[in-house]
């Protein structure tokens, strides 16, 4: 495995990672780094890992696949919704282009925002940090839970987030941010000063302020977890707030998604 830290000279899967950002660079395709490399730089916490995510916007994607085609490479699209990947022999590279519940689509916000750091010996951009935020707050899978990496994200770089645009990002989907500033506050009582004074109460008096909307008969819950609420759209007539036009997929797209479930 290669760690975020580690100068992995002669490690064929860091030379693999290293052959991959080459291309993209030599043909000027524009990408940010992600995953373990950007979450180490934000919270410095440094972890293992075997996986490189690259993320780009939608449009970049076929070319993208199109260079390391040419190159030798093998590329699939197994969501088309959000993720490519690039492979070589054992070795895979994850391409993003939004995210699993089709949400955090990458837009030109993540390039301008973008941080800088060092990443296998080369300066490279990051993925900002208010975007890592926005896209693992809805990742609450029973085997995956990306809560605590937010709350590792509030703790080190509180300060340092853009709060307006956060909270722009997240949108209508607002309450998702408020349970986890709610479950920060719980877990680093030191550190409460990190979220905005008055933030949390003025997204709990516009939570008290909505009504109850029983004609309403969306679930939500699917963006957050892609299996845990399939019986509520399956079976008690909700419709999924996933699918076009409320949501960003398509049927197609939502039941390729659904299939994976357990791979």
Known sequence: MVTTDSPIVGDPLATFYMSALDLLEAHRVPFLVGGTFAYARYTSIDRETKDLDIFMRPSDVDRTRDVFEAAGYQTDLPFPHWLAKVKQGEYVMDVIFSSGNGVARVDDEWFAHAAESEVLGRRLQ???????????????????????????????????????????RFGDNWPVLLGHLITFHFAYPDRRDRIP???????????????????????????????????????????????????????????????????
């Open 126 to 168: 990051l993925c900002p940090i208010e975007e890592i935020i926005w896209s693992k707050a809805f990742v609450q899978e029973r085997e995956r839970y990306d809560g605590g990496d937010v709350l590792h994200l509030l703790r080190e770089a509180g300060p340092d987030i853009d709060w307006r645009r956060l909270l722009a």
């Open 197 to 263: 004074s008055g933030l949390i109460s003025d997204l709990a008096a516009r939570l008290a302020a909505q009504p109850n909307e029983p004609g309403n008969r969306v679930c939500y819950g699917t963006l957050l977890s892609r299996e845990q609420f399939l019986f509520d759209v399956e079976h008690l007539g909700y419709e999924d707030a996933r699918l076009e036009p409320r949501g960003n997929m398509s049927r197609e797209e939502l039941r390729v998604w659904t299939e994976a479930i357990g791979r």
